[in-house]
């Protein structure tokens, strides 16, 4: 009976949350996600601060990536309208809204928030009203729109309870003598930024707001323009669970303006997920105060040891075509021991790659290259000295996507090694495009170490995988490589960012973490030493000489 009670609760719980969403004049947004064809131009305004504060400002539209017609109106901030976020983040200490000394009961708050979250989470219809939100604003398939909603479920779940305060846990050392201690402490930096990307509009933006949230932060939170719209609802969703509404503001603003912000807020720490440059520029704007996830040409790497080949081709499938290539962990070039050629590895890759459509969006538009830049590029490596297009390399075929984006089908480039290590290619050879594209080469056993020296030249080293169960071959490939989320093995893979495990980049004193207490840590907390001296001198103390 207790049991069918605590359901009937969940299920009117998740009534109530979507009934708000669906009414709440100034964001009905769930109304447009239940049915893709709802345009959203006619609905009221959504505001742009979310502790309840309105600002004047204009309202940009947002074209969709269905029709390129303008679908939704959203806060368009200028930089004389900046003044509200600035004194509204500026009102945090540098010691945060709560730390281990000052108002913990917020670790317990939080807690309790993340369970609530995670219960509705897992109600079909709420899980399904995020899923759709997604994919109203980013063109994913149903599995990795609802797999986003899934992993920010689970990530929940992992903090419910006691986890938010034990993610403040620290440590102490005994004294040089009696009465003194030393006691390390996580401790928050008070007024932080966080800046999402547009191709994960909720898995990233939630791990990263929670855990900064949890460690006691307040928040100026900048999404992507694009898809804005699902983080505006994911807060909607915070605050129906019980968060405070003063611990995040929804600043919607161009680049150059958040710039402005930046520089006048004086944030004590920024994580940014994104491109390079941006990630680049932000770092000079913010002196080095930053936590950045930037970009990632990511390689994966099939060694000598041929097995459950159609497997691999799947997996290889996976990672360099799922949410057509717009992942920051997307397979970017794939180095192939000859044996797996000799095995039929690239016929299947073509099959598996024919297999997706603009149907099911297994494949579909890219939102930050035209179809004409990503053919450029075809060319331009295919006319490389042996060189040659496996498959792809054309237009989709019968689409109606706006020419500001791009749609290009499934497309690998084979590129001869000896060719991609010339210092007059090699830039273009592991040029990162965001969209379902890879490159393809081939070694053999005396040149393992062309393929390493390769992967040393590479700026960014995010994800990797090395596809082999032979363990001479993986412990010279990974002690020889950086990435910082390498997955070995013969089910080795380049994506995937589960919440079970550390992602983000290596090599890079600036690089952030998500999803794990570890991540949470390093990324929105840093290290305080308390030193404790109790114990009254004896009365035999004297004045020591000067030293």
């Known amino acids: 009976m207790v049991g069918a009670l605590n359901a009937k609760h969940g299920h009117e719980e998740a009534a109530n949350f979507l009934a708000l969403s669906w009414t709440r004049s100034a964001s009905p947004l769930a109304r447009a996600a239940r049915d893709e064809r709802f345009w959203i131009s006619e609905l009221g305004l959504i505001r742009s601060i979310f502790n309840l504060r309105r600002t004047p400002c204009d309202f940009a539209q947002s074209s969709g990536w269905r029709m390129g017609a303008p679908f939704i109106k959203m806060p368009n901030t200028k930089a004389d309208e900046l003044e509200p976020f600035v004194t509204s983040l500026n009102s945090c200490p540098k010691t945060g809204l709560h730390n281990p000394f000052k108002n913990v009961e917020r670790y317990l708050l939080y807690g309790q928030v ?49 986890q938010v305060r034990f993610l403040a846990r620290g440590f102490s050392v005994p004294g040089n003598h009696y009465g003194q201690r030393s006691h390390g402490h996580r401790w928050p930096y008070g007024p932080c930024c966080l800046v999402s990307p547009f191709n994960f509009p909720l898995e990233i933006p939630a791990l990263q707001l929670m855990g900064a949230l949890y460690m006691g932060n307040k928040v100026t939170l900048k999404a992507a323009s694009t898809t804005s719209l699902v983080m505006e609802a994911f807060l909607r969703f915070m605050h129906f669970c019980g968060a405070p509404k003063t611990d995040v503001d929804f600043l919607n603003c161009a680049g150059s303006v958040f710039s402005e912000f930046v520089g006048r807020a004086q944030p004590r720490n920024t994580q940014f997920t994104g ?76 099959t598996l790659a024919e297999r997706r459509s603009l149907e099911d969006l297994t494949v579909g538009p890219v939102l930050s290259h035209t179809t004409e830049d990503m053919l450029a590029h075809v060319h331009k490596l295919a006319s490389l000295p042996r060189a040659r297009v496996l498959f792809g390399g054309v237009e989709l075929p019968r689409h109606n996507i706006p020419k500001r984006f791009g749609a290009l089908a499934p497309t690998a480039v084979y590129v001869p090694l000896e060719e991609i290590l010339k210092p007059e290619n090699f830039k273009d050879c592991i040029r990162e495009i965001f969209g379902p594209f890879q490159v393809v080469t081939s070694f053999t056993d005396a040149t393992v170490d062309r393929v390493l020296e390769c992967c040393e030249r590479m700026s960014h080293h995010l994800t990797a995988a090395v596809v082999s169960n032979d363990m001479d071959f993986i412990n010279r490939v990974v002690g020889h490589t950086v990435n910082g989320t390498t997955y070995v093995g013969i089910r080795a893979r380049t994506t995937g960012a589960p919440q079970n495990h550390w992602f983000g980049p290596a090599g890079d004193p600036r690089g952030a973490g998500i999803g794990t207490p570890e991540s949470i840590q390093l990324v929105w907390s840093c290290h305080r030493e308390i030193i404790e001296d109790f114990n009254v001198p004896p009365h035999t ?5 000067p030293s």
């Open 114 to 162: 993340s369970a609530k979250m995670a219960e509705l989470l897992g109600k079909e219809d709420v899980a399904n009203y995020f899923a759709k939100c997604i994919q109203r604003v980013c063109p994913k398939s149903w599995p990795q729109a609802l797999g986003e909603v899934t992993i920010v479920r689970v990530f929940l779940q992992n903090f419910c309870g006691d």
């Open 275 to 350: 491109g390079s440059e941006a990630a680049e520029s932000l770092a000079v704007l913010t002196h080095g105060k930053v936590r950045l996830e930037d970009a990632g040409f990511d390689w994966k790497i099939l060694g000598p040891d041929v097995r459950a080949v159609d497997y691999v081709a799947w997996q290889s499938d996976q990672d360099a075509y799922a949410n057509s290539g717009q992942k920051c962990s997307a397979q970017s070039i794939l180095f192939a021991h000859e044996n797996w050629l000799q095995a039929g590895l690239l016929d299947k890759l073509k």
């Open 541 to 545: 103390w004297t004045l020591p000489a």
